[in-house]
């Protein structure tokens, strides 16, 4: 059996955070200074730099574990 590590990321943490904070992610897009794109990629859970990550944890007071999760799935093939 061959094992392969599949990552993924997920921003659900991060939309949870803005909601408690009653911010909506054009507010969010604007005190983080992030792009329209990078909004984009945080919304279809892929990958972001570490500048926009931090953009967002300084804008939202929180560390980057309280805004990502990191997922590391082992699938195994036959």
């Known amino acids: 059996m061959e ?12 939309w949870e955070q803005a909601l408690k904070k009653k911010i909506n ?3 969010l897009r604007d ?3 992030i792009t329209n794109s990078t909004l984009s990629r945080l919304s ?3 990958t ?4 926009a990550l ?3 944890c300084e804008a ?3 560390g980057l ?3 990502v999760e990191y997922k590391l799935e082992k699938n195994g093939n036959d």
């Open 25 to 27: 992610k054009t507010a």
């Open 31 to 33: 005190m983080a200074g």
């Open 44 to 46: 279809k859970d892929e």
């Open 3 to 14: 094992w392969r590590n599949s990552m993924s990321f997920s921003y659900e943490h991060l």
């Open 54 to 56: 931090a953009r967002i």
């Open 65 to 67: 574990e309280d805004i």
């Open 48 to 51: 972001v730099s570490m500048e």
């Open 60 to 62: 939202l007071h929180c």
